[in-house]
């Protein structure tokens, strides 16, 4: 059961533009969101988190938006760069439980 | 259609003892990837096989070691069994070599003692 959905596998975006990824989850019991990020032939490293307890999170140019009453949260990155060029995968897990991961979302970023 | 199966979901071993842990991809899946994830290190890519051959290779000692059957299920096996091997083991299937796209299993929890 695919308790985290990232719906979208792909995006492309223009560098300086606004890159959004989004994923859904149908667990509300999940309290603890993360997001990775994949380059190819390697493993996923961390990016960025939120807690159930708020509804946003910034580091630098990535900010996470929680959205509870939807089992939604997004990473926005503003500006977009060619090197964010990756997969991104959101994970959620539930007090001390294991995680549970999306499939990903490949984003690219033209110069 | 069935999704990553990892078996068992918990398990406790001692020091030195060695484990073996599967891995069955979705149906029509050929690539799994292992993945150790502790709160220390976060995720931590250990390989990747496809049609049976290991095609990818983390930076993890030659205790752990894998091996992929024709039928694209997957075994991760560690021998002499530290301490500091206690974490979650993740696996991954994609439908080839280095996709993009990878479904994870639930996990096996390994706590050594």
């Known amino acids: 059961d695919q308790q985290v959905k990232q719906n979208s596998p792909s995006l492309s975006v223009q560098e300086g533009r606004i890159s959004i990824l989004n994923c859904d989850y149908t667990?509300?019991?999940?309290?603890?969101f993360l997001w990775y990020k994949k380059y190819p032939a390697e493993g996923p490293t961390f990016l960025i988190s939120i807690s159930s307890i708020k509804d946003k999170n910034e580091d630098g140019r990535f900010t996470v938006f929680l959205n509870k009453s939807a089992k939604h949260l997004s990473l926005h990155i503003v500006p977009s760069q060619p090197g964010d060029s990756a997969v991104y995968f959101c994970?959620?897990?539930?007090?001390?439980?294991?995680?549970?991961f999306g499939a990903g979302t490949r984003l690219t970023v033209k110069p | 259609k069935a999704g990553v199966t990892q078996t068992p979901r918990y398990l406790i071993k001692t020091r030195g003892q060695q484990v073996t842990l599967s891995c069955s991809p979705i149906s029509g899946h050929r690539s799994v990837s292992w993945y150790q994830q502790t709160p220390g290190q976060g995720l931590q890519f250990l390989f990747e096989?496809?049609?049976?051959?290991?095609?990818n290779k983390g930076n993890f000692p030659g205790r752990f070691s894998g091996r992929q059957f024709s039928n694209s299920r997957s075994e991760m096996n560690v021998s002499t069994l530290e301490l500091g091997d206690s974490a979650l083991y993740l696996c991954?299937?994609?439908?080839?070599?280095?996709?993009?796209?990878?479904?994870f299993g639930a996990g096996t929890r390994l706590s050594v003692l």
């Open positions: 991954a299937s994609s439908l080839a070599v280095g996709s993009d796209i990878q479904y």
């Open positions: 994970a959620a897990s539930a007090s001390n439980n294991d995680m549970r």
């Open positions: 096989y496809f049609s049976e051959t290991q095609r």
């Open positions: 667990n509300s019991m999940f309290d603890y």
